[in-house]
């Protein structure tokens, strides 16, 4: 059964770098997207994209976020100055039919 | 503007017993609703979801939910629980948007136990 994959599986960086979280879709998927989790709180919507551009963002989408399908391939986000708050772990979803199929998320901690 | 509430945090039950997890939600247009399952260190993993078809859904692992929508419920239920029942379970739901497609709003989550 095809599956979401993402990269890495974990990511330790320092307040203020940039990171890249990397996302393989499930092939013939064309909407794509990225929720976060803060540790012990709920799912939240950061972003949808689909057609090569961001069809809705959320409030916690600030300019410091930004998607991309560079290769056709990979849908990446990426977090241009890390903050603290920023730790989370983040989960990407390509959607079939009405379903949102996700993948097995990016632990990101920010120190 | 849609919302989904889950009453009760923690949920404990024994072996064999019955499992009930509560889900209500808002939504301003007809909604499609999910529940989803992720156990420890895992991604979220599709139990069962509603898109306007049968109100009574079956899903995977005996799992199945009725939608309500006088009560704006999407309630689990499993007759019986299973050890490997234990996880923490997200209900989740989906409004049109201009864009044509849904993002999900989810609830804090319930978390079971099962107990032996």
């Known amino acids: 059964e095809p599956e979401v994959t993402q990269t890495p599986s974990h990511q330790v960086t320092q307040m203020g770098q940039e990171v890249i979280l990397r996302c393989v879709p499930i092939s013939n998927h064309l909407y794509f997207y990225w929720y976060r989790q803060i540790l012990g709180q709920k799912v939240e919507f950061l972003v949808s994209f689909y057609n090569n551009e961001i069809s809705e963002k959320s409030e916690i989408f600030d300019d410091q976020f930004s998607v991309e399908r560079p290769d056709g391939s990979n849908f990446t986000l990426k977090i241009r100055s890390t903050k603290l708050e920023d730790s989370a772990m983040y989960f990407c979803?390509?959607?079939?039919?009405?379903?949102?199929?996700f993948g097995p998320g990016t632990r990101l901690l920010v120190l | 503007a849609q919302s989904v509430t889950q009453l009760g945090s923690h949920v404990s039950v024994s072996e064999g017993a019955l499992v009930l997890l509560r889900c209500n939600y808002s939504s301003s247009v007809p909604p499609y609703l999910f529940w989803y399952v992720q156990y420890p260190n895992q991604g979220l993993q599709l139990l069962l979801k509603y898109t306007s078809a049968a109100t009574l859904v079956k899903g995977i692992n005996g799992f199945e939910a009725e939608f309500k929508k006088s009560e704006t419920s999407f309630h689990l239920t499993k007759p019986s629980a299973h050890m490997s029942d234990a996880a923490e379970y997200f209900c989740a739901v989906s409004s049109l948007m201009d864009t044509g497609r849904r993002a999900l709003t989810f609830g804090s989550g319930t978390r079971l136990q099962v107990q032996p």
């Open positions: 979803a390509t959607q079939g039919g009405e379903t949102q199929y």
